[in-house]
């Protein structure tokens, strides 16, 4: 029997497109650097499997039945945060980006409790305790960090968050997203507001 003919692949290099032919390119959202083009360098003539690249970044993709790899990480990354924070909250959209939602959770909770440190609470009480999670987002609070509208997302972040430290409940996609999303508008409001302000300040 020969190979079927859906599963012929197309290399473009080898062949040549004109330029309206529109499977030369592809659209979406880079994993790696947001752009939104992409050069298929092959594809089977089904497309059900299709191997891609980023024009901007030039991150390989290879795309099968529709699932692309690496995975589309949602949400985006602010600017002006410190490595340790940039790099956790890769780690979250990383999770976010397989379905690993209870995990982006705890890591959403654990970032919450660094950026609280990180904007002054004490590392350690007078019992050489950590702070806890309470006390952090208190802590957020009364520094102006979190602002008085976004308190009723705190207690989401602490409802869900506790399922997800103290029992295997497993959170699902809306839940972590939502904490998610939450978790970046503090990183916007911890880092990125400041470091706008000093990108656009005007020369003394
Ligand atoms: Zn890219």
Excluded at 19 to 42: D, I, K, L, S, T
Excluded at 47 to 57: E, G, H, P
Aim: net charge negative; aromatic share 4%.
């Amino acid at each position: 029997m020969g190979t079927p003919l859906d599963d012929v692949v197309t290399i473009n290099a080898a062949g040549s497109f004109t330029r309206a032919e529109e499977r030369a390119y592809m659209m979406g959202v880079c994993p790696e650097c947001g752009a939104h083009q992409f050069v298929v360098v092959a594809h089977t003539r089904s497309t059900s499997q299709i191997w891609a690249r980023c024009v901007n970044c030039n991150l390989a993709m290879a795309i099968n039945n529709g699932v692309a790899s690496p995975s589309q990480k949602p949400l985006r990354v602010p600017s002006g945060l410190p490595s340790e924070e940039s790099e956790l909250w890769g780690e979250i959209r990383e999770c976010l980006g397989v379905g690993a939602y209870t995990a982006a959770v705890m890591l959403c909770r654990k970032l919450l409790m660094h950026i609280a440190v990180a904007h002054g609470l004490p590392a350690k009480d007078g019992k050489d305790r950590a702070p806890n999670f309470a006390q952090c987002v208190d802590h957020l609070v009364s520094e102006g960090v979190v602002t008085k509208r976004m308190e009723p997302w705190i207690e989401r972040i602490r409802e869900v968050g506790n399922e997800a430290n103290h029992e295997i409940a497993p959170v699902g996609e809306e839940s972590a997203l939502d904490v998610a999303t939450f978790t970046q508008k503090l990183l916007e409001l911890a880092y990125e507001m400041d470091e706008t302000m000093a990108r656009t300040q005007p020369a003394q």
